[in-house]
């Protein structure tokens, strides 16, 4: 199934937690879905027969700059054959999404690093500490806003 | 040294050698180094391929060893994060004196590629531990950590147990 499709059978089947369909060649096409919702039609993508998007290829934090971030998902369907992108955009002074550590194994740990890196709070994850950086590193540094500390654990940090 | 002149080196004809204990000691220390099983990141390729058979790091007596408490010589070979550094700071407090460290590559002699945008990046491992020779390159090829191992045989050549080095 193309994206297009995939966006019209989800918004049939959840209403307005799917939000919208971009399709802006060349950069590919993606279906915006609500943060409190995202489990359920990740959850659903996977487990329907038309879909079975066993696959979740990546999971990215980011950070636009304009006051919001977003988590992007790149499905792809081993059974099926098809991908498919969903984005969620949460604001960011509250930027909490539902997990779908639980649909995809995968997203534990990828989840994990949007977390440390970006700092999006994914609820319902069972181990949502940071992955890469020191358990008492303060701030998220690939947000655009990150001040490089001075000093860490008395070391100094810039060069 | 009197005794000898006045007999003619009477060891000339045995199986004695006459040497100092500072320049036996140096001897069997430079003869012997054995390094920390520790590689960090690209570097650690090279170190690899250095301790190889083609450049056979084992001819200078430079052997892998898994434990801190039996080496004399780690190599930082490749980007020391902030997470790291620490752990490279025990590591370096668990080896046995006399211990000697080779920063090996851009990165751990300066931050490297990583100095200005490197969040977590140590920008030079000599901050925390005492360096006794830099090998530049990013990475340094084999011929160059070797050249830096024996940089460090001179250094070592020249210590004396009257005073304390480094």
Same mark, same amino acid.
């Given at each position: 199934m193309n994206p297009k499709e995939i966006f019209d059978h989800l918004k049939? =089947?959840?209403?307005?937690?799917?939000?919208?369909? =971009?399709d802006d060649k060349p950069v590919d096409s993606y279906i915006i879905v609500s943060p409190v919702k995202i489990d359920e039609v990740s959850c659903y993508l996977r487990d329907c027969e038309d879909f079975q998007f066993d696959s979740l290829s990546c999971l990215s934090g980011v950070d636009y700059a304009d006051g919001n971030l977003g988590i992007t998902y790149n499905l792809f369907s081993f059974a099926k054959r098809h991908k498919v992108n969903l984005k969620v955009i949460v604001p960011k002074d509250s930027p909490k999404v539902k997990t779908v550590s639980e649909v995809w194994q995968t997203a534990n740990w990828h989840e994990r690093e949007a977390y440390d890196m970006i700092g999006i709070i994914f609820e319902g994850h069972k181990d949502l500490r940071r992955i890469l950086l020191e358990d008492d590193w303060e701030g998220h540094p690939l947000r655009k806003d990150f001040q490089v500390p001075e000093f860490f654990h008395g070391m100094r940090v810039p060069y | 040294m009197g005794l000898l002149d006045k007999y003619r080196n009477p060891f000339e004809k045995s199986n004695i050698v006459i040497t100092t204990v500072d320049k036996f000691?140096?001897?069997?220390?430079?003869? %012997?180094?054995?390094?920390?099983?520790?590689? &960090?990141?690209?570097?650690a390729i090279e170190m690899m391929a250095t301790s190889a058979?083609?450049?056979d790091f084992d001819r200078f007596?430079?052997?892998?060893?898994? %434990?801190?408490?039996?080496?004399?010589?780690?190599?930082?070979s490749g980007t020391v994060t902030l997470k790291m550094a620490t752990r490279?700071?025990? *590591?370096?407090?668990q080896i046995p004196d006399p211990k000697y460290?080779?920063?090996?590559?851009?990165?751990?002699?300066? #931050? #490297?590629?990583?100095?200005?945008?490197?969040?977590?990046? *140590?920008?030079?491992?000599?901050?925390?531990?005492?360096?006794?020779?830099?090998?530049?390159?990013?990475?340094?090829?084999?011929?160059?950590? /070797?050249? #830096? /191992? /024996?940089? &460090?045989?001179?250094?070592?050549?020249?210590?004396s147990l009257a005073k304390k080095t480094a």
């Open positions: 049939t =089947k959840f209403g307005d937690a799917v939000i919208e369909f =971009k | 000691i140096n001897w069997s220390r430079l003869s %012997s180094q054995w390094q920390m099983f520790f590689g &960090l990141a690209c570097c058979s083609h450049y007596g430079v052997i892998p060893r898994p %434990s801190p408490r039996q080496c004399d010589l780690i190599i930082i490279i700071k025990r *590591l370096y407090e460290i080779i920063s090996m590559g851009s990165c751990s002699n300066c #931050g #490297g590629p990583y100095w200005e945008h490197g969040y977590n990046v *140590l920008k030079g491992v000599d901050r925390i531990i005492p360096v006794d020779v830099y090998v530049p390159g990013c990475p340094p090829r084999p011929e160059a950590l /070797l050249d #830096g /191992l /024996l940089k &460090l045989q001179d250094r070592i050549r020249k210590q």
